[in-house]
């Protein structure tokens, strides 16, 4: 598993989740060094849309955003559409699928989709 995120200013970097991802390292691996820091640079009006799977929910994932003061837009569990980054998956998808040849092993799909990740139009972030 690979987790991203975006916006209209930025992305992360793509990181690869080996394992199974709890609310503990959500916080720790992903919240702290990855989303806190690109929230604060986009500014005090940023907003975090996660897709409440069951890693973003504990309460303790819940007291750290609120210490963070970060702003949290609330969505329906399961709602793909209304996130933008489905749409940014779809086409990192189609664009690795490009290579033509199924990667070798895993460090090399693990290259293909941090470069792609890096190229894909932000365009495509925003299709609905």
């Given at each position: 598993?690979?987790?991203g995120?975006?916006?209209?200013r930025?992305?992360?970097?793509?990181?690869?989740?080996?394992?199974?991802?709890t609310?503990?390292?959500?916080?720790?691996?992903?919240?702290?060094?990855?989303?806190?820091?690109?929230?604060?640079?986009?500014g005090p009006r940023?907003?975090?849309?996660?897709?409440?799977?069951?890693?973003?929910?504990?309460?303790?994932?819940?007291?750290?955003?609120?210490?963070?003061?970060?702003?949290?837009?609330?969505?329906?569990a399961?709602?793909p559409?209304?996130?933008?980054?489905?749409?940014?998956?779809?086409e990192?998808?189609?664009?690795?699928?490009?290579?033509?040849l199924p990667?070798?092993?895993?460090?090399?799909?693990?290259?293909?989709?941090q470069?792609?990740?890096?190229?894909?139009?932000?365009?495509?972030?925003?299709?609905?």
């Open positions: 598993m690979v987790w995120g975006i916006s209209t930025l992305r992360t970097p793509l990181y690869h989740v080996v394992g199974n991802l609310g503990v390292r959500y916080q720790n691996e992903i919240l702290q060094p990855l989303v806190v820091p690109a929230l604060q640079a986009i940023a907003i975090l849309q996660d897709d409440n799977a069951p890693p973003h929910r504990p309460a303790a994932v819940n007291t750290f955003i609120q210490q963070a003061r970060v702003n949290r837009m609330l969505l329906p399961n709602s559409d209304l996130n933008p980054i489905e749409h940014m998956w779809d990192l998808c189609r664009r690795v699928q490009q290579h033509h990667p070798a092993n895993l460090g090399q799909l693990l290259q293909w989709l470069q792609e990740w890096n190229v894909v139009p932000r365009a495509c972030i925003y299709a609905t």
